[in-house]
């Protein structure tokens, strides 16, 4: 207590707060970057870094601790939530439940509508698998491969493809980017990905209708179909693509629907998934708890298909969980001493309207991007921006539908970003050469401000959205 009462505590300056969120930035880039160090352990370093700058205002360590430690414990919903996501992908790919989304979806292939299809087939793989890379490295290859044998440019196959897969990143419950972005602004995961899907989907039928009319020039009676007749055939050997398959889908959906908790409704469903690959697949029983806890393992004998199909199980959540863990463990080292508001606070203060505060989150969540990844550029911006969401009287809900819509989408078109560079690299496609056809990946963060500017669901935090209670529109 003597101790406590010696310290001299400051606030810190505008000044002081940059130069630390340069410092954590320069350490955890620099070993990513420079070193190949993986981003992951490079957050739990960088609290040798945070906790020194934190004390210099003169807080004890034990104070900063008790700081980090309750933000870690309001962000473990979060965390569990993600494993159960890991279980639920696993399991629903054993039901048969994501390969019968692949079968459906490249039946509807035709060279009039092949750009409207590989965004389509390849929304439906994303949103089924929650990975927007799984999505570019199987589906997306397989939409490229046959654009070429279309002719159709490469640019607007890929436009279509990174549309596609990036738009079930925005808005699976299964994605890390979704998971990411309703924790770091501490909203829940089903209603964060309800109200992005309420505008988003409206957005996604307007890709459509591009698609549609920028792919009608390539409609031609002469159409190899071998290679997609291969991977449906492929797909049928190995599994029931019936009615069953979609169970764990649509009880999802109906447990959602009746606003039951997010968490347990994605267990039920991946062990309603593990019961149908039993009974339905033909599962061996006792590999059941393997599949889910580790994944599970395809062997079609096409290797596009096993790439995707072998994922899944809690474990394969653990690099994204242990992040969270740490950044958390950050941010509220920072909250204890004011770090956050003393960036904050004064953006707050010149931002005189919602319209003005949701474009300067947008333009944060780029830079971010700029930063490496779109995981680093939520998490970030979330912490970053949720007090002045909180000193507006806005539900955090509306942060986290402007920073996903930017960010998770975006990344994609920042050349030295992870994503940038995993798509440059797949398909050997500059980012000017399929930036300007990925139509959702620049109509999402407009829409978002579109919908901001007529007072279009902006929800005041008075507001229990997770009970489903009707509001007025923010004036």
Known sequence: ????????????????????????????????????????????I???????????LGYTYKEIENGMMESIKKGMGAVLTI????????????????????????????????????????????????????????AGIA?????ESLGVPTGMTV??????????????PMSDSTNVASAAVGTDLITHCKELAIIGLPVALVTCVIYYFMGMQFATDSFDSSYIDEIIAAISMEFNVGFLAFVPVILLLALIFLKK???????????????????????????????????????????????????????SMAATAFMMIFAFGMIGAFNTVGIMDAIIHPIAQKTKSILQLTLVSEIIALIGNMMGTNTFSLLMTGSLMSPAYKEKGLHPTNLSKAINATSTPGCTFIPWNASGMYVVGMYGVGTLGFAPYA???????????????????????????????????AK
């Open 261 to 315: 908790p997010s968490m347990l409704s994605m267990l039920v469903s991946a062990l309603v998934a593990a019961a149908i690959a039993v009974f339905y697949q033909g599962v061996a029983a006792t590999q059941c708890l393997t599949i889910l806890w580790s994944g599970y393992t395809a062997d079609t004998g096409e290797e596009f298909l096993d790439t995707l199909l072998n994922r899944g199980g809690v474990t």
């Open 83 to 138: 494993m159960v996501v890991g279980a639920l992908i696993a399991t629903w790919i054993s039901a048969g439940t994501v390969p019968a989304i692949i079968y459906y979806g490249l039946k509807i292939i035709n060279p009039g509508i092949f750009l409207l299809a590989a965004f389509v087939l390849c929304s439906m793989v994303s949103l089924a698998c929650g990975t927007s890379w799984g999505t570019l490295g199987t």
């Open 143 to 147: 939409m490229f491969a046959v654009g």
């Open 1 to 44: 207590m003597a101790e406590n009462e010696k310290l001299e505590r400051r606030k810190p300056t505008v000044g002081y707060a940059v130069l630390t969120l340069a410092g954590v930035l320069a350490i955890i880039l620099g070993g990513n970057l420079l070193l190949a160090a993986p981003i992951q352990p490079m957050f739990l």
């Open 46 to 56: 960088v609290w040798l870094f945070v906790v020194p700058m934190c004390m210099k």
């Open 439 to 473: 139509c959702y990946v620049y109509l999402m963060p407009l829409a978002i401000l579109l919908t901001v500017f007529l007072k279009f669901r902006v929800v005041p935090a008075s507001v229990n959205l997770e009970a489903g209670e009707r509001y007025r529109r």
């Open 159 to 172: 436009g279509a493809i990174v549309s596609g897969a990036y738009l079930g990143d925005m808005m699976s």
